[in-house]
């Protein structure tokens, strides 16, 4: 196990109704005007924002709302918040949604008291964040666990059209509440609880695949987690009402991204680094593009970096039985069994199921690889292997 520092002070409201208490978390955080950030019509047909507003209002915080998130949120809403919070004299950021959600209050947070641009943080110019209006959340989908995490990632939209999706990262953005209530789930589509259920797999994913020796207990945690989400994943995809499964599913999201199953550990991410050029020139979800990527990019690690950790996923996962003589046969299986489970719940199994071609390949490369040259751990990816992998998965 290598070294770590961990600092997790998120503190978590679950349970039915539990989005009525929101002001008195806002209030037990310092907030007298808080900033509403949301996406888009559900949390308004569904009468959440009301309730959240009515709490507030109850506790005496003041507050004004911007909406509009979108999927795989933009800098341009970003800069409209920062703005507004400034204009508005607000003191905390309350998002209520999923992780675009979240992730775009986070970065409006850091940009409300940071002078210069707040894309500096995502780009590299500047380090991890250490200042910010404080955060609180209140959880509508199950996947990101940005409820739990240190981090943000945004998509900056250029002038001349193109799109980078980046990351900022800091312990002060980690959400000072979480209210995390499963009954708002209980609408979502099907294809949005499964893209759900990938993420949360894909997070668990990128922290196993590890270099790093004798990590047996987050092993064992991150093994805990997939196990979870395979069987209540199946659940809630038989009876979307199910609400234990809803909740052990919205707990596992957390779990799965507040790192205390990644501390001690390298981890990977190169597959959620190629994952972001799909979802920006293809729309899919972020769940989706993980889902269909994660099994080539296990093919191709099992030849370059050994079948042992695949052989761990499949036995421990997936419940494959080893085969002595050819543990690659044993590695094999449990890759094939996380694309059939995924095939199952809805998830694409190819690029070409989103509409992609294999001339897209040289501009995801470029994209990805534009003023962000390191990607991956487990497997280093260069802009050739990188290539490769989406050429296996069109």
Known sequence: MENFNFYSPTYFVFGKSTETQTGEYVARYGGHKALIHYGGGSVVRSGLLDRVKASLDAAGIAHVELGGVKASPHSDLVYEGI???????VDFVLAIGGGSVMDSAKAIALGAVYDGDFWDFYCGKQGGVTK?????????????????????????????????????DGDILRPLFAIMNPELMVSLPPYQTASGIADIMAHCMERYFTHSKDVELTDRLLEAVMLTMIKEGRRVMADPNDYEARANIMWAAMIAQNNSTGVGRAQDWGTHHMDNELGILYGCSHGAGLALL????MEYA?????????????????????????????????????????RDIGMPATIGELGGKPED?????????????????????TREIAAEIYRMAM
């Open 361 to 381: 390949i040289p501009t995801m490369v470029e994209n990805m690889f534009h003023g962000a040259p390191n990607h991956g751990n487990f497997v280093k990816l």
């Open 83 to 89: 703005e507004l919070a400034r204009k508005e004299g």
């Open 302 to 342: 099992m030849k370059t970096q050994g079948t042992d950790r695949f052989v761990l996923f499949a036995t421990r996962v997936w419940g494959c039985q080893l085969n002595l003589e050819d543990p690659a046969v044993t590695a094999m299986e449990g890759i094939k069994a996380f694309r059939n489970f995924m």
């Open 132 to 168: 910010a209006l404080p955060v609180g959340t209140v959880v509508t989908i199950a996947a990101s666990g940005s409820e739990g995490s240190t981090d943000s990632v945004i998509t900056l939209v250029t002038e001349d059209g193109k799109q980078y999706k980046r990351c900022a």
């Open 294 to 297: 994660f099994p080539y990019w």
